[in-house]
């Protein structure tokens, strides 16, 4: 078992893993099981490796939160679709594709579980994955062409988006950007499920 599932599981459970120097403090103390006990004892090694290892990813959760709160406040999305909003905005991540998704995602999750908690943890590492694998392995934006609606921008007010695709600014901006992120979105959550990935509840009220 990866260590990184071993914290998902320990998480499940309604247990929280923080690293303290080279000591794993759990908590709380009165639901730890003698089953979890001697796996954690088991294990220490590459679980303090796995929570001293920041997550792998461009920006910060801080960055994401923020940007989540002003979608969620200030346009008044809710916090599912304001979350999907700051996915959308993150940098670029510059490193390789990974070689193991699903391990990849376990990951992702379990370093920001101390800090976030199971289901934020979850929610945050699927919209990275999603926007990753889109940037990876989505349909590149065809030229000239709105993402959203398909029509020529020719002389049109154009907007371009983090991941390079135009579409229509002005009054169809809402319009073509919403199609257009639900399209992809649909696309990368099927290929996530193909590889194991399932989507979390609460990610979006749409996509």
Request: charged letters at 25%; aromatic letters at 6%.
């Amino acid at each position: 078992m990866e260590a990184s599932t071993i914290l998902t599981t320990i998480a499940a459970a309604g247990l929280t893993v923080t690293a303290d120097g080279d000591r794993l403090m759990v908590r709380p103390k009165d639901r730890i099981t003698p089953e979890v006990r001697d796996l954690i004892r088991a294990r220490k090694a590459e679980l303090l490796a796995l929570l001293a290892e920041p997550p792998a990813t461009a920006d910060t959760d801080d960055d994401w939160d923020e940007r989540a709160a002003i979608a969620e406040h200030d346009a008044g999305l809710s916090r599912g679709t304001a979350e999907t909003v700051a996915d959308a905005c993150h940098p670029a991540w510059h490193g390789v594709e990974p070689t193991n998704w699903r391990e990849w995602f376990n990951a992702e999750v379990a370093t920001r579980i101390p800090a976030m908690g199971m289901a934020a943890a979850e929610r945050r590492a699927w919209g990275i994955a999603m926007d990753l694998w889109h940037r990876w392995h989505g349909v590149k934006p065809t030229p000239h062409r709105c993402a959203g609606c398909g029509g020529r921008l020719d002389g049109a007010r154009v907007f371009v988006l983090p991941d390079g695709a135009p579409v229509h600014d002005g009054e169809s901006f809402l319009r073509c950007m919403g199609a257009y992120g639900r399209r992809w979105r649909a696309q990368a959550a099927a290929a996530l499920a193909a590889l194991g990935i399932m989507e979390p509840e609460g990610v979006t009220d749409d996509h």
